[in-house]
């Protein structure tokens, strides 16, 4: 499998899903993650720590020593990528994941990058709604929903909810489940085992 994690705004939980992501393909196979984007934010979060991922987490340059030795591959892809990027995506690609927050910005941001996706002709593309509120009276996951299905973008069914665990994961450079002492810690995880299912049933269809 070869996983694009893309977005044009920061703040969406895109290194988040590309941690994750690469942790579940990681249980069926050597994985490699890419850290496309100049923040090295995935790099980051792998290096803030002893502990070893079970998989590599590489620039796009150190990728070129390790060509085929991965069954499946990730890319946290870059900032604001233009349409000639998002086509080669589109032709390597199995799956490209726009993960954004419910909020309006967000959502208007992504939504431009699934209509350049779908004039390139895309029908692997699909939104991660990331960020949501654990509110259960909050209206903003049904809301951004409902947009989404009016602009016919597709989405994924799994959401990826708020929690600090994933920032306390990130200092502590582990993934999500590993953090000590939060109870949503799990829960966190389960979100993104949820969508992980979904991945594999996009890829596999």
Same mark, same amino acid.
């Given at each position: 499998?070869?996983?694009?994690?893309?977005?044009?705004?920061?703040?969406? =939980?895109?290194?988040?899903?590309?941690?994750?992501?690469?942790?579940?393909?990681?249980?069926?196979?050597?994985?490699?993650?890419?850290?496309?984007? /100049?923040?090295?934010?995935?790099?980051?979060?792998?290096?803030?720590?002893? !502990?070893?991922? /079970?998989?590599?987490?590489?620039?796009?340059?150190?990728?070129?020593?390790?060509?085929?030795?991965?069954?499946?591959?990730?890319?946290?892809?870059?900032?604001?990528?233009?349409?000639?990027?998002?086509?080669?995506?589109?032709?390597? =690609?199995?799956?490209?994941?726009?993960?954004?927050?419910?909020?309006?910005?967000?959502?208007?941001?992504? =939504?431009?990058?699934?209509?350049?996706?779908?004039?390139?002709? !895309?029908?692997?593309?699909?939104?991660?709604?990331?960020?949501?509120?654990?509110?259960?009276? !909050? !209206?903003?996951?049904?809301?951004?929903?409902?947009?989404?299905?009016?602009?016919?973008? /597709?989405?994924?069914?799994?959401?990826?909810?708020?929690?600090?665990?994933?920032?306390?994961?990130?200092?502590?450079?582990?993934?999500?489940?590993?953090?000590?002492?939060?109870?949503?810690?799990?829960?966190?995880?389960?979100?993104?085992?949820?969508?992980?299912?979904?991945?594999?049933?996009?890829?596999?269809?």
């Amino acid at each position: 499998m070869i996983i694009a994690i893309v977005n044009s705004k920061g703040g969406v =939980a895109k290194t988040t899903s590309a941690i994750h992501i690469a942790y579940q393909l990681s249980n069926v196979g050597s994985t490699g993650l890419i850290d496309a984007d /100049p923040n090295r934010s995935s790099r980051a979060w792998a290096g803030r720590s002893d !502990s070893t991922f /079970p998989f590599k987490v590489l620039t796009e340059i150190e990728m070129i020593g390790f060509q085929g030795q991965f069954q499946h591959i990730v890319t946290d892809t870059k900032a604001r990528p233009e349409p000639e990027d998002l086509n080669a995506l589109l032709n390597a =690609a199995n799956l490209i994941v726009l993960p954004s927050s419910p909020s309006g910005d967000d959502l208007r941001v992504t =939504a431009e990058t699934a209509r350049v996706l779908q004039k390139l002709g !895309s029908t692997k593309h699909r939104v991660l709604l990331t960020k949501v509120p654990t509110n259960y009276k !909050s !209206s903003d996951e049904a809301d951004a929903r409902s947009w989404l299905k009016a602009q016919d973008i /597709p989405l994924f069914n799994g959401r990826i909810r708020f929690y600090k665990a994933y920032d306390k994961a990130f200092l502590e450079g582990i993934p999500v489940f590993q953090v000590r002492g939060d109870a949503k810690a799990k829960v966190a995880w389960s979100d993104y085992q949820a969508v992980f299912k979904e991945i594999v049933s996009c890829v596999a269809a």
